[in-house]
């Protein structure tokens, strides 16, 4: 007779690399645990040194500076707060306690619905990304070079990387929601199905057992005397 859990039959426990939806969790927070640390390290170290960021208005072509104290403090939360939500999504997922994962959860649910604003902004006003190339500083990293393509070009070449940003942010939620809903099933599911085989046969007891008089049974009444 084996013995078949309800919640293993109506979803698949796989992820990316044939992996369980569990391990594919705990390593997606611990990813997004390394990268939020080493923005945190990179705000900390600029926030020591502000000389080694600085970028005066001339270098960014406008009268304003690249990141105030104001603003790297509230980076710095931010960094914080992404740090404490991943390594709750990674202990939740260890510990099969399915609570911890939500707030990941609404976090990339967040995100992709961010970069959907972005595609439709492209997608809409095409015209902005030309704009916005044009505020960047002049020594910005190949900004000549993204300058001279064909703006149609661009507007493709951006909405395909989005594309495949979303699909593969859609592809990490589905996971993450597998690995909620099969902690969760396991933690507040008490009924187990039982599959028997078709085989299973009734053993009878031995002849002589079933005809066989119990000790126990009690005694004939004495024959009826008339009188």
């Avoid at 609570?99 to 439709?120: E, K, R, S």
């Avoid at 902004?121 to 900004?143: A, C, D, K």
């Avoid at 085989?199 to 004495?222: G, I, M, Q, R």
Wanted: proline share 7%.
């Amino acid at each position: 007779m084996k013995m078949v859990a309800p919640w293993t039959r109506f979803y698949s426990h796989s992820c990316c690399l044939c992996c369980h939806v569990r391990t594919g969790t705990i390593l997606l927070g611990v990813w997004y645990l390394i990268i939020n640390a080493v923005v945190l390290l990179i705000l900390l170290s600029a926030l020591a040194d502000p000389n080694q960021y600085h970028f005066s208005g001339s270098e960014l072509g406008g009268e304003f500076e690249f990141m105030d104290d104001a603003n790297m403090c509230i980076a710095i939360a931010i960094s914080l707060l992404m740090i404490l939500i991943c390594a709750m999504a990674t202990y939740g997922a260890y510990k099969q306690h399915a609570a911890w994962i939500i707030p990941f959860f609404c976090y990339q649910i967040f995100d992709f619905a961010l970069n959907t604003l972005v595609a439709i902004t492209v997608l809409v006003y095409p015209n902005s990304i030309q704009e916005y190339i044009r505020q960047l500083p002049p020594s910005f990293p190949y900004r000549d070079d993204i300058m001279s393509v064909n703006p149609t070009c661009l507007v493709l070449i951006i909405l395909l990387f989005i594309g495949i940003l979303l699909t593969l942010k859609g592809y990490l939620i589905s996971c993450v929601w597998s690995c909620y809903r099969y902690i969760n099933g396991r933690n507040s599911s008490d009924v187990l199905v039982y599959v028997t085989s078709n085989d299973t046969t009734v053993l009878l007891p031995p002849y002589d057992d079933a005809t066989a008089v119990p000790s126990t049974a009690k005694e004939p009444p004495p024959p009826y005397v008339s009188a």
